[in-house]
């Protein structure tokens, strides 16, 4: 099951494509749960570990794909008398869902924490303040959205919450999805076919800042605006290409819109 989704954009947005295939399964009388999972460096202040790996597209300018956390959803399959837990992941194994288990071995990091939760829960909040002492504010006890498990008291994991209010006001899961696929149309258009020229090697790694890093892509795609990498000099000298493919965003930000109208309608 791909659906048309951009999953080939490894960079972020999980959530999103973990959110829009819940969101699909239950129009289709098939529930779900989804699988968290947080690295060392999202958790703790004492540690940098992220999960990381090796990106064999090439797209990204650190050659090295890096997550803080991810995220996939799981179906519940019977098994005999046993119910196994399997994950949809597009990302890790697009030939199809695998046991929860082998997913998380996939991701080859120490300290790894993981939850499986009710899939409605959305995107989390983090802080630099652990949770136990967020547990003694009653502002943020009477806030509260979810209990946690009693071993995310000392992590700066702090709240879930669903695709509600600012998020969805704010349109935050068909934007994900055309980022994620705006990304992979400049790639496969402009980054590989020149990524083994050697006359095009700053080119490519230009283009590969801009895309290669979501927060740049973002910045300049999403919020039209620039950063210490995406300078107004960057922006000016692409200027003809990053023109392009905003034009490309937008309406692959309009089909998104329509798409997940149309899924929340088959909902109600």
Known sequence: MNAGLPYGYQQANCHNVSHYIYMLLLTKGVTCSKIWTFSPGLYSTSSSRLISFTDKTKLSPTGTIDWGYHVAPVLHVNKGKEISEMVIDLVLFPEGPV??????????????????MDADWYLFNSSMIPNYQLNSDPEYVQDKKLDLP?????????????????????QWLPKGLAINETAMEFYNNEIAPILKIRSKKELAQDYKNLVGNVFNFETVFRDDRWNYDMTPEFQKKYKVIISKYKESYLANLKK???????????LK
């Open 99 to 116: 046991h929860y288990k082998t997913w998380l071995n996939k991701l080859k990091t120490r300290k790894l924490l993981h939850l499986i």
């Open 150 to 170: 009693y071993f995310f008291w000392d992590k700066l994991i702090n709240d879930f919450f669903k695709y509600e209010d600012e998020s969805k006001e704010d």
């Open 256 to 266: 998104w819109e329509k798409l997940v109208s149309k899924l929340a309608v088959g």
